[in-house]
């Protein structure tokens, strides 16, 4: 165009070659504008042109590449979190560890404390209960406050030993099959007794249900319950009655009493948890007592419900799975002909090595007319009479005696061994022990000896001591293995 | 974990000028026991049906796969007119090869059964778990087919997340033919895909060295089949970038075109479209796609050899010590260094860095064509650790 312009020559102005410049520029422009338009179109059509698809090569690889980086991130993010979940669990696990462990060395503690603390208590119950079947007037009033004070020591004791027992998870249950009359009947004259002294009316309704449970847990359960029942009622009565459900029997103790207000029902079987007005009705309690009771009947496997109102009263019920005794099971239910069994005369041989012991249970036997030789060994024993002939009719034998040396089962069993060899008659055992654990009782169980948990109740030791004196009616009987 | 013995990968080169001497001394260099796969770059200066006939020869039934270039890169660093070589341990790698013979109407059902076909392969020499973390794939492709794009993005689609590097095939800048072998011949119009499974740790890679300048150039008319552009800015494509870059249109040559690229922007990055010569018609010929209407960057370059130490060097913080670095470097780069008159530098930073391979006519990279890159993987000594 400019080679146009030039051979026009003359006839072009100036203005007229600014036109012309401009003209071609603009075509070029126009051509440019053309160019990106058929780019801009082709790029939304699909990539099958080489360089189309080199840019959606291009596009997808970088997409990828965000990608991977993004995953990459969140990853990372991942892992640094888990990394923190575990630094955090694990420093809680280490808390958990420091936590149980000093939990089992208080539990442990409260054990060992409580086993040492009833050594003396029981000594010094011994001691009352003696002093009390002495006729002397003078002395009955204050040992009457001696026995009551001894008693909510103990009960205190036990408690602490019983929650103790049940943190430690040593309690398990060994269920039996029993009639529930055998258990309630008992309780029911038992506390029938402690609510009159208050002014209350128990009624009791017996059942003929034969249940599947532990008696021993089982009746720790119900006299916690029937303590609290008489220990928060001031008017009206307590109710022991059962109930079958289905397959179940429900046992209740139900009381006209302070009861218990919405507010604190969830709390009452927590530890040392008590009710505000509570505290007021029993200035000695620990607050262990319903959560013993919890704990028992989840070992047990009794459900345990409550209702209650704030001044209207409380009901507690237990759930107990229904049983079917057998023959043999039934027999051994008969009672025994014990009672009124005169101990008088009777020779008694005690070996505890706690010589308090030992003179509280020679003071009570004597009071029953026994003729007693107590003493801390059968070694100490033999500096009194010949172990291995003089003729007896019972051994109350200590389980525990020195650490270190035998305990009271290998002890009667070497005495008893002697004495057949040397002739004499083998003498039926009372083991005393404060080990309620399952082994000591099979062991006594097969070896027929008696087995009497510490503390000792003297009502409780007479019983033995009859019951096993008419399983063993003469000491010049012939000798049994 | 046993300790890997130094046979794992090897590389070899010989610069005998006979293709039978060439091939011995090959073959002596790298026969082991385990050797179980032969990857080589030679020179086109080698009369390729004897050098193919003596390889045949050298190595009998063992795989063979490799492709013409436009320089090697062996443990002299940049060299020519030889044949440079990487041996595969069988116990450590476990290499499938496939020979793509027409590149125009590889489909992606093609590239799903090669793929397929590959995999299954790996899988069943079980030297490491088979996915996308232990395994990569290698491409070999006839540099001046003009297929590359297409044949890239239908491959890469098939291998999904398995990463893909390779270069295209070179002939000394005579323009005139390039070639990849296989299974004793070498073929035109063809393309090499080797997976490349392996339990020891490596990092692909591709870097450049290109910084965009403010120019832009349109596109105006263009021969999208040939790789032709016709115009720039409405102007005849040569004149225009003669302008640009300041030079009469009688002296643009290869080392000009190494120092003025050209490069698309796609999204935030730039990527380089070299011009391979100027035609007589005033028009430019590119080893890569272009387009009508697309619009090219004129580029500086920064410092080639700080970035090549600098990413080398970077990776193998990551992986310790590369055993061996394979490099797909566009001619083009070697042309600047030669320019440069650092070429000695080059190889020194190269020996340094284990770098064997080819000067190409193309980088292959995920898919994506590019050029005027170093592309490629580092191999670590050390075995991947578990994530």
């Known amino acids: 165009m400019a080679e146009d312009n030039a051979a026009d020559g003359d006839s072009a102005s100036p203005w007229d070659l600014h036109e012309a410049r401009l003209m071609a520029e603009n075509a070029r422009l126009r051509r440019i504008c053309d160019a990106l338009i058929e780019r801009v179109e082709e790029s939304n059509m699909a990539p099958t042109a080489p360089y189309a698809a080199f840019q959606h090569s291009v596009v997808l690889a970088e997409q990828v590449r965000e990608r991977t980086q993004a995953l990459r991130e969140a990853n990372q993010q991942l892992l640094d979190e888990i990394e923190e979940r575990r630094r955090v669990e694990s420093r809680l696990r280490e808390a958990t560890e420091k936590a149980e462990r000093a939990n089992i060395s208080k539990t442990k503690f409260v054990a060992a404390v409580s086993h040492d603390l009833m050594q003396p208590l029981n000594a010094a119950r011994l001691f009352t209960s003696a002093l009390q079947d002495q006729p002397d007037h003078n002395t009955q009033f204050m040992l009457s406050h001696i026995d009551t004070a001894l008693l909510d020591l103990e009960s205190l004791i036990t408690t602490l030993a019983d929650a103790s027992k049940l943190d430690a998870g040593v309690v398990s249950a060994e269920p039996g099959v029993f009639p529930l009359r055998r258990l309630l009947d008992v309780l029911a004259e038992e506390y029938r007794q402690m609510a009159a002294a208050k002014g209350l009316r128990l009624r009791y309704v017996p059942s003929s249900a034969v249940v599947r449970s532990d008696p021993q847990l089982l009746s720790r359960v119900m006299r916690n319950l029937l303590s609290n029942a008489v220990r928060y009622t001031d008017r009206g009565s307590i109710l022991l009655g059962c109930r079958r459900r289905g397959e179940r029997v429900e046992v209740v103790v139900a009381d006209t009493g302070i009861g218990i207000g919405d507010d604190q029902i969830g709390d009452i079987f927590q530890e040392f948890k008590r009710g505000a007005r509570a505290v007021k009705y029993h200035e000695r309690g620990l607050g262990l007592g319903l959560s013993i009771v919890e704990k028992i009947s989840r070992i047990l496997d009794h459900p345990l419900t409550v209702r209650s109102r704030e001044n209207r009263g409380s009901r507690f019920a237990l759930q107990l799975p229904l049983a079917r005794l057998s023959a043999a099971e039934a027999r051994a239910m008969e009672p025994a002909a014990d009672a009124g069994r005169t101990l008088a005369g009777r020779r008694v041989w005690v070996v505890d090595n706690d010589r308090a012991i030992c003179s509280g249970m020679r003071t009570l036997l004597e009071q029953w007319g026994c003729r007693v030789a107590a003493a801390e060994s059968v070694q100490a024993l033999a500096e009194h009479l010949d172990p291995r002939r003089d003729p007896a009719d019972v051994l109350l034998m200590d389980y525990h005696l020195d650490p270190g040396g035998d305990n009271g089962m290998t002890v009667a069993d070497a005495l008893n061994r002697d004495r057949r060899r040397a002739g004499a008659e083998a003498l039926p055992v009372i083991m005393l022990t404060a080990d309620r654990g399952p082994y000591l009782k099979q062991r006594c169980a097969r070896d027929g000896h008696t087995l009497i948990y510490k503390p000792v109740k003297p009502m409780k030791l007479k019983l033995a001591l009859q019951h096993t004196l008419t399983r063993a009616p003469s000491t010049t009987g012939p000798a049994t293995k | ?387």
């Open chain 2, 1 to 387: 974990m046993n300790a890997i013995p130094p046979s794992a990968v090897i590389t070899a080169f010989s610069d005998a000028r006979d293709e039978r001497l060439a091939a011995r001394d090959l073959a002596q260099k790298l026969r082991h026991d385990n050797l179980g796969c032969v990857l080589f770059f030679c020179s086109i200066d080698y009369r390729l049906d004897r050098l193919a006939g003596a390889l045949a020869e050298a190595f009998g039934d063992l795989p063979l796969c490799g492709c013409t270039s436009a320089g090697e890169i062996t443990s002299r660093g940049y060299d020519s007119g030889t044949i440079v070589a990487i041996g595969f341990d069988r116990r450590f790698f476990s290499v499938g090869a496939r020979l793509i013979e027409r590149l125009d109407g590889f489909s992606l059902a093609d590239a799903q059964q090669l793929t397929d076909s590959l995999l299954c392969e790996c899988r069943a020499a079980s030297v490491a778990r088979v996915d996308a973390d232990n395994t990569f794939v290698l491409t070999l492709l006839d540099g001046l087919s003009v297929n590359e794009e297409l044949v890239l993005a239908t491959l890469n689609s098939a291998l999904g997340s398995i990463t893909s590097l390779g270069g295209s095939a070179g002939d000394d800048y005579r323009l005139s033919g390039t070639y990849v072998y296989s299974d004793g011949a070498f073929h035109s119009n063809a393309a090499m895909v080797l997976m490349i499974n392996s339990a020891l740790d490596f990092e692909v890679f591709s870097f450049h060295h290109l910084r965009p300048a403010t120019v832009k150039l349109v596109v105006t008319a263009a021969d999208a089949e040939r790789r032709v552009v016709q115009e720039l800015n409405a102007e005849p494509a040569a004149e225009a970038y003669a302008r640009l870059v300041g030079v009469p249109v009688a002296e643009l040559d290869d080392v000009v075109f190494a120092r003025y690229p050209l490069a698309v922007r796609i999204n935030n990055d730039y990527y380089a479209r070299s011009i391979q010569r100027v035609n007589d018609d005033l028009s430019l010929s590119f080893y890569c796609a272009v387009e009508n209407g697309i619009v090219l960057t004129a580029m500086h370059t920064g410092s080639i050899l700080d970035e090549l130490d600098q990413t080398l060097s970077d990776i193998e913080e990551r992986l310790g010590p590369a055993w061996v670095t394979l490099g797909c470097d566009c001619c083009l780069r070697r042309q600047e260094i030669e320019a440069d008159g650092t070429v000695d530098q080059a190889s020194a930073l190269l020996r340094r860095h284990s770098v064997v391979g080819f000067n190409t006519y193309g980088e292959q990279f995920n898919g994506m064509h590019i050029n005027q890159t170093m592309t490629g993987v580092a191999i670590g000594r050390r075995q991947r650790s578990r994530r």
